[in-house]
């Protein structure tokens, strides 16, 4: 047979092939970008530091431990300029995963492209820009819902008439299936997010223009290890996005009902034990995404083999594009149709997950839409997780080297160095004093005046773009931008998903609830389970299982969510007389975070109190914990949650 003769046309583009990259610094990230670009990388994909994404200056309270560590700080127009010299924006697809602050972002990338002679009009790119998933799983949200859904809409209007080739909001359901959806929740949450800011959109341009605007939201989603059913959920979603698109809003053109979507496979199966199997996890996720041509990514970044471990090194990332450039250059798949066409078991399983999807959807659109759904999506999201981590626990999901496998040779790719990148300390000092040289230089006058614009526009209810990207180029800062929009707009606290009511949820637990009513008894009152988040991270399904499961033991638990101060969360101790404190930090901070909240326990006469922490959390940095007073580390190896309680029961025990 030829070569010719399998194919019914020329083959297939290779997808964009990126590596989400950001740390310590914008000038160390530019060179890690220009390197992976040197290396066949053929777009960007740029991650933001906590403090960036939540709108936070590198020295805010809340930004101590956190700058550099999950991606890279940008304070200001310098901190974006240094992000991206010698790469010109007007030859670059830069993705940019960045919601709260999404506008903002965009204004400084303009702004910078604007410096480079580029015409915006031809820029080519992302901004995240979903709030609304921020709400039920990642955290990084700043203002409430409605004024952040009209931000989005800000944003896509404002491309569409100055930034056309601009994908000006990616519905995200990547951190959906993180935060544990199933299938069908993953394709009924996202669809639903995408509708709602459609309906917002719609009343902003003339009629004959929205099908072009529907053309451009995009999609970001998750590829897990069950990657037949990945694969027949990517399928489900070309045929639901394109039904929605024309059934509710009319659009006639089939290219703007194309559902058009980035992925960056499953984190949250790596495992850090042999986490040198990971490696074929994530070869196997992107097959789920990469084999069908009718529901192909356009955008593939995938993690790497040790994320499970901390920061990946450039190596480690090297390794990963490796594995799509293989794929994409050395196999025949690109030269095919559609290899699943017509296949029966195929059909059927997307037909199910398309059936189950639009139940839940017209469930979500009985309660007035995504936006009015927020709390029972989350709730439901937590009682999946749950379900995933039970299953996991009674050995009826296996995980290899986890549950089942475990006896395993030492790894040789975890090296002296513990086979991850650590970022300096001393980063958070200079990106600081970088900071304050950049305030002492600009022009206060024109800062104020931009500030007046930006304030302004925020009440009157004008699109943000215009004032936003002025006020980037007056030198106005990141934590002063965000600080309009809470002046403007408030603050919100999102739900939990955990309820603190007693449970009736016993199975298998009959032996910890009788542990848990025992040492109660010995306290005189129901054992008082303190959990909590401190610093930026807003990964909080390890905090909200943990806390879910004490409640089903019986524990009185207090879990108020994400982003609280270590002084808030010791004056939370006191007032709820807390036998047990746990702290979970995933992005790195554990150390500054921890060692600051335990010296205001102590201070404030709480030295007797027992504290537990849990995160990413390499060897030494457990030790360095232990020494500073910490009873027990846990990390993801420790994935029996019933031994965790124990401990809990332990510990409080007078």
């Not at 489900?236 to 059934?247: G, H, P």
């Not at 984190?267 to 529901?295: C, D, F, H, W």
């Not at 390794?319 to 050395?330: G, N």
């Not at 404190?581 to 709480?606: C, F, K, N, W, Y």
Request: charged content about 25%; glycine content about 8%; aromatic content about 6%.
């Amino acid at each position: 047979m030829t070569n010719t003769d399998h194919q019914q046309g020329k083959s297939d583009r290779p997808w964009l092939i990126r590596t989400y990259a950001g740390h310590s610094t914008a000038t160390a990230s530019n060179a890690l970008y220009r390197s992976n670009l040197a290396k066949g990388q053929t777009g960007l994909s740029v991650a933001f530091d906590l403090p960036t994404q939540t709108g936070y200056d590198s020295d805010h309270t809340l930004a101590r431990g956190e700058v550099g560590k999950v991606g890279v700080p940008v304070c200001h127009l310098g901190d974006m300029r240094a992000l991206f010299d010698q790469i010109p924006l007007d030859q670059m697809n830069t993705s940019m995963t960045i919601n709260a602050t999404a506008p903002w972002l965009l204004s400084l990338y303009i702004a910078v492209a604007e410096e480079q002679g580029a015409d915006i009009r031809g820029l080519q790119g992302t901004v995240q820009n979903d709030l609304i998933k921020e709400y039920l799983s990642r955290g990084t949200y700043i203002c409430p819902p409605k004024p952040s859904l009209k931000m989005i809409a800000d944003v896509a209007e404002y491309c569409y008439s100055n930034v056309p080739k601009w994908n000006p909001m990616n519905v995200c359901s990547y951190h959906l299936q993180e935060a544990g959806a199933t299938p069908e929740q993953e394709l009924a949450f996202a669809l639903a997010t995408g509708q709602a800011v459609l309906d917002e959109l719609q009343p902003r341009v003339p009629a004959e223009d929205f099908p072009a605007l529907v053309g451009r939201i995009s999609f970001f989603v998750n590829a897990g290890i069950r990657f037949v059913t990945e694969m027949c959920k990517m399928r489900a979603f070309v045929d639901l996005w394109d039904e929605i698109c024309e059934t509710r809003y009319g659009v006639s053109d089939p290219k703007f009902r194309r559902f058009r979507y980035g992925v960056q496979v499953n984190s949250l199966g790596l495992t850090e034990q042999q986490p040198e199997n990971n490696v074929y996890r994530i070869l196997i996720e992107m097959l789920a995404v990469t084999l069908s041509k009718k529901a192909r990514a356009r955008a593939v970044q995938l993690p790497a083999w040790n994320e499970a471990l901390g920061l990946p090194r450039p190596w480690d990332q090297q390794w990963s594009m490796r594995m799509q450039q293989i794929l994409a250059y050395e196999t025949d798949l690109l030269e095919y149709e559609d290899l699943f066409e017509g296949n029966p078991a195929v059909d059927r399983k997307v037909e199910e997950l398309k059936t189950g999807a639009r139940a839940e959807l017209a469930n979500l659109e009985g309660m007035g839409g995504a936006v009015a759904s927020i709390e029972y999506m989350k709730s439901r999201l937590v009682d999946s997780n749950a379900e995933r981590l039970n299953r996991i626990e009674r050995n009826e999901t296996i995980v290899v080297g986890v549950n089942r496998w475990t006896e395993g040779e030492p790894s040789p790719l975890q090296t002296e160095d513990g086979g991850i990148m650590v970022v300096d300390p001393a980063v958070e000092q200079e990106q600081i004093s970088r900071l304050n040289d950049w305030r002492q230089d600009r022009d206060d006058a024109e800062v104020q005046a931009a500030l007046v614009a930006l304030r302004a526009a925020a009440k009157a209810g004008d699109n943000i773009m215009p004032p936003s990207i002025a006020a980037a180029k007056a030198g106005v800062t990141t934590g002063e931008w965000a600080e309009e929009m809470r002046k403007a707009h408030g603050t919100y606290r999102g739900p939990t998903g955990v309820s603190g009511s007693v449970s009736n949820k016993t199975e298998g637990l009959d032996e910890l609830r009788e542990k848990v009513d025992v040492v109660s008894d010995k306290l005189g009152r129901r054992l008082k389970f303190l959990v909590g988040k401190p610093g930026l991270d807003g990964h909080s399904n390890g905090a909200e299982q943990i806390a879910f499961r004490a409640r089903d033991c019986g524990m009185d638990i207090s879990y108020d969510g994400i982003r609280l101060t270590p002084a808030e969360l010791v004056a939370a101790a006191i007032e709820d007389q807390a036998h047990v404190v746990g702290l979970s930090i995933l992005s790195g901070s554990h150390l500054p975070l921890v060692q600051e909240t335990i010296d205001r326990m102590r201070a404030a006469g709480l030295a007797h109190i027992p504290v537990i922490v849990g995160g990413i959390i390499p060897d030494d940095d457990a030790n360095t914990l232990k020494q500073m007073g910490v009873a027990r580390v846990y990390t993801p190896k420790d994935f029996e949650l019933n031994s965790i309680m124990s401990d809990i029961a332990i510990l409080a025990t007078p």
